[in-house]
């Protein structure tokens, strides 16, 4: 790891025992297709079966792995924070850990970033179950009109920011589902492009419609309010006069 990676790629795994070998197989060879230097930083969030331990014996052999262990489960969104803080990169991506979003995308979208802040990768054609995709599209059409926004998948995990995007970014539980706003409202660009996507390579989801559909709804709601209340400016200090100008 003695050179400053060029990209940090995180992934959050909870509990992806069946994915990691996968997982890490195909980020392996997707990332050197972008010809600069890489660091892969999965955030095993409190996993209880065998991810942690696959996760370490992973990194003997692959010096861009790098692995943080959250001490318990603390969602999404902590463990999406938590990579962003340890990042090396100028940018930074995301996906999932069981593959629903292929990491061979993230070359692909990288050009993509010039004159874009975040590319935000759109699942346009979903591959989970009906119920899920209903959910998704009713959920998209709620947040766009009660924050005002046009993004057709917000909650999609495969994204790039550059890494300004995210400094000094406050996270709250949930809040992963809509970082495309909350990077529009800290004045940059985010540019929405189809990306493919892939059923669970294994394992077993972990939300089910209860604990996202009314979360997400009371998030949406203070994402709206801080929308509206978020302070932008610019301001410049006044240059005293010169010496000599008020003696
Ligand atoms: N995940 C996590 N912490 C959690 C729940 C999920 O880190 O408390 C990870 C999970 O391991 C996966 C990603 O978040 O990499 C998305 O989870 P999942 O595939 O279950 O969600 P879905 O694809 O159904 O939205
Ligand atoms: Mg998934």
Redesign the pocket.
Known sequence: MSEAPYLSLVIPAYNEQENIEELLRRVGSALPVMGKPFEVIIVDDGSSDDTPALLSSAMADRPWLRVLRMQGNGGQSSAFDAGFKAARGQVIATI?A?L?NDPEEIPRLLPMLDGFDMINGWRQSRQDNALRRVESRIANRIRNWLSDETINDSASSLKLYKRHCLDGIHLYRGMHRFMPTLVKMRGYTVKEVPVKHSP?FAGT?KYGLRNRAWRAFVDLLAVRWMKSRHIRYDVAEVRRPADGASA
Do not use: K, M, P, V
């Open positions: 999932d069981d629903q669970r989801a």
